[in-house]
């Protein structure tokens, strides 16, 4: 047998060998049901052919269980896709993005293939949309819940950033489904907004990589243009249709477990005196002397967490996916060894 590439080697690399994939944030309670029914039925001469250019099928099904029109809706091979498009679509090279600091990891790495620079904002500032503004930015990313902080931006806060807004304004809510209050609701006031979501979290399909966005249908067809046509593949487009439309009450209630052991987890994390940050998300992070031990540590217990170095405001610390108590349970038992 041969050892499969090492496409995303940052990502593989954390979870090689370890029993429990605590590092990513996907979902632990495993695929929803209508998956393998899905797999079964697909026919393989389909598979000689280009799925439709922009996923028409899925967008209906995005768009019953959102509530919005076809066309305010873009899809992409993962949320990834559709935020990588937008900074395509409205960054020009030079120009500045603004975001948390920190937030995804992901963002600055686009921008800066785009050619744009990336201003971070504290989340500690006095004026948190008074600062978002002041930054001059032509592009404003906000992650709410945040990645990886697990924190919300208020309600109030994200329309006052919007409303001052000079360009567009890229509302990441790939977590909404553990907390915080969407801001679709925002897209009847404004149009220089984009919300993006992915099926890789709550949804349990990372693996077929579907992500989507809402906004005004002009900012839509800008990131459509960036994006370009088949980006969702056919049996990604056809599991993703079933999931949104037979599974979402699974997805609902598993992330209404998670939600439950995060809380649960965050209890156990302080009685051994770490203090871990208020999360409204499927993780949490938490700060440690050094990461890179605890880490290591924990991956020799086999289990796999996510390190971050001298994040600011925060400095070291590790983040925790939330799964089924069980494996919660052996996390505390690494991490109560690694970090004595
Ligand atoms: C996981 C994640 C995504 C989703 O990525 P996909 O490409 O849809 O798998 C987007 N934004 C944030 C903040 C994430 O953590």
Known sequence: MTAAPRVFAKYEEIAD????????????????????GVLAACEPRDATRYPSAYSNHLKGAISRYTGFEQSMIVTGCGSDDVLDSAIRAFGNPGEVLAQLDPSFSMMRAFASVGGLSVTGVSPEADNLAEAFTES???????????????????????????????????????YIEF???SSLGLLERY??????????????????????????????????????????AWMSEQVAVAVLD????WATQTAQEAIGNRRRLTAELRKLGCKPLESSANFVLVPVSDSSRVE?????????????????????AVRISIGPWPLMERCLDALREAVQ
């Open 296 to 316: 290591t540590g924990m991956r020799m217990r086999g289990i796999a967490v996510r390190r971050f170095v001298r994040l600011p405001g925060i400095g070291d």
């Open 179 to 181: 907390g915080g209050v």
């Open 17 to 36: 060998g370890c029993e429990i994939d605590l590092s990513d944030n996907t979902n632990l309670w495993g695929p929803p049901p209508s998956v393998q």
């Open 136 to 174: 001059g930015a032509r592009l404003t990313y906000l992650c709410s819940p945040n990645n990886p902080t697990g924190g919300v931006i208020p309600p109030e806060v994200i329309e006052a950033i919007v409303a001052a807004a000079r360009g567009l304004v890229i509302i990441d809510e790939a």
């Open 246 to 249: 037979n599974d979402v009450e």
């Open 191 to 232: 149009d220089n907004l984009l919300i993006t979501r992915t099926l890789s979290k709550a949804f349990g399909l990372a693996g077929f990589r579907v992500g989507y966005g809402v906004g005004s249908p002009e900012v839509v067809r800008k990131v459509e243009g960036a994006r370009g046509p088949y980006k969702v």
